[in-house]
């Protein structure tokens, strides 16, 4: 995951915001994602954004993004304590025709605390 | 509806000795991937195959091999285990109309 950067650790009181910050190298992504592990589970999409829109949002959940400096946040509002897990931001990267593969951060892992 | 299944789920390994990851997916995907996890690292790409019957190799493919059995099913071979291999293994498989992987539960593999 090196052409994507994300912060390892973020400490968040319930019911606050939670905001998680990626920077991805590839201005052609076409979609970035971000993706929810929690312990001992494989992972799962929680919101995608497509490369032509500026900012989405799904119910708790807010997704930015800033082209022109390739940085992308996922706001997390309400903070729950199911809230608590690893996300992780992803770039798609094109590796042959017709097909791409996942470029991921390392994750960064929240904790919410009461 | 199962998605995608891994076994076996544990997997404890000396050095030397080799074993093979199961993957299988029931959504009819073409794209299906084995990726490593390790801690601080993400997730790193070890082979792909975008179809049945073809596989390529991602970042870290030393020391794998794989197979692409038919469409279904992709399996990753550890020929002889090092340390280094200890890690959590995830299949996943990409469908849909935003190109979305899929993952399965993964495979904790030590190898001593």
């Known amino acids: 995951g090196e052409d994507v950067e994300q912060s390892l650790f973020l400490s968040v009181r319930e019911g606050d915001s939670s905001v998680i910050n990626c920077t991805y190298t590839d201005s052609s992504s076409t979609y970035l994602y971000w993706y929810k592990q929690e312990p001992g589970a494989g992972l799962q999409l929680l919101t995608y954004i497509f490369s032509n829109m500026d900012m989405k949002q799904d119910q708790r959940l807010t997704v930015l993004l800033n082209k022109k400096d390739k940085h992308l946040s996922l706001r997390i509002a309400d903070t729950q304590t199911g809230d608590s897990a690893i996300y992780f931001c992803?770039?798609?990267?094109?590796?042959?025709?017709?097909?791409?593969?996942?470029?991921f951060g390392a994750g960064t892992t929240v904790t919410v605390r009461a | 509806n199962a998605g995608v299944t891994q076994t076996p789920k544990f997997q404890v390994l000396k050095t030397g000795q080799s074993m093979t990851l199961q993957c299988a997916q029931d959504?009819?995907?073409?794209?299906m991937y084995w990726y490593r996890q390790d801690p601080g690292m993400g997730l790193r790409l070890i082979y792909y195959s975008a179809s049945e019957g073809t596989t390529d190799k991602g970042e870290v493919p030393n020391g794998y091999n794989v197979s692409r059995l038919n469409k279904r099913e992709f399996s990753l071979r550890l020929e002889s285990a090092a340390p280094s291999q200890t890690s959590v293994y995830f299949c996943?498989?990409?469908?849909?109309?935003?190109?979305?992987?899929?993952f399965g539960p993964g495979t904790r593999l030590t190898v001593t």
């Open positions: 996943a498989s990409k469908g849909g109309p935003i190109y979305e992987q899929y």
């Open positions: 959504m009819n995907h073409n794209s």
């Open positions: 992803a770039e798609t990267m094109t590796m042959v025709a017709n097909d791409y593969k996942l470029s």
